[in-house]
């Protein structure tokens, strides 16, 4: 398995159900490592560096079901259970990916599933 | 869309009729406007510093049908169309993520799908 030069390598988190892509995140080898051993998605937070087990506060944990490597061992793909509300994407939405290309006019819009509302979970 | 520090932006290329993640790759501003207005994937190849078309030499292209952006913006994920074999891997197989972990004793073994023999197709 090949980190990059900053000791990290990209994650791909898919719903082992749907199929649905639910986020791209980091590893490093320590989070990679206790993703295993504790089931748990648990990535590297590049803006926060620290170890970043997804759903903490959320209750939307993800269960890794399935472990998958790419050719060039620099990339690799889990397939989860999402728990919980079951959203994956902190603006509430079941995928990060939510938005899509109007591709005619390059424009984004909202394609994706709400699930819960942020502001009430995240309280300040 | 936000590029990093190296121009680049990490893309998620998963097949639109299976949902099958094929590959991971990167573009850089000109490469996402090629693909846009050609209609065929056109990734930044960072080992040979070049733009790259998915199945220039395989026949393998992949057909853009849907584009996504997550939540930071700074992920792009693309729904395509594989042509040809349907590989997107080199070494043959539909999709890149191929080796699947086994979790117990931590090694990768062979789980997808080989569609061509790589060496009867990129001959030297």
Redesign the interface.
């Known amino acids: 398995m090949k980190f990059d030069e900053k000791g990290l390598i990209?994650v791909?988190t898919?719903d082992v159900n749907?199929?649905?892509?639910l986020?791209?995140a980091w590893m490093n080898q320590e989070s990679f490592k206790r993703t295993?051993e504790t089931g748990v998605m648990t990535y590297w937070s590049r803006s926060r560096q620290q170890f970043w087990v997804k759903g903490e506060t959320s209750g939307n944990i993800q269960e890794?079901r399935?472990?998958?490597?790419?050719?060039?061992a620099d990339?690799l793909?889990f397939k989860v259970e999402p728990k919980g509300h079951g959203a994956a994407?902190?603006?509430g939405?079941r995928s990060?990916?939510?938005?899509?290309?109007n591709?005619s006019d390059?424009t984004?819009y909202i394609?994706g599933q709400k699930l819960f509302d942020p502001e009430k979970i995240y309280k300040k």
Do not use: A, K, N
Not at 18 to 21: D, R
């Open positions: 990209p791909i898919q749907t199929g649905e892509v986020m791209f295993l890794v399935e472990v998958y490597i790419d050719c060039d990339c793909l994407c902190h603006d939405y990060c990916f939510y938005r899509r290309l591709i390059g984004f394609s």
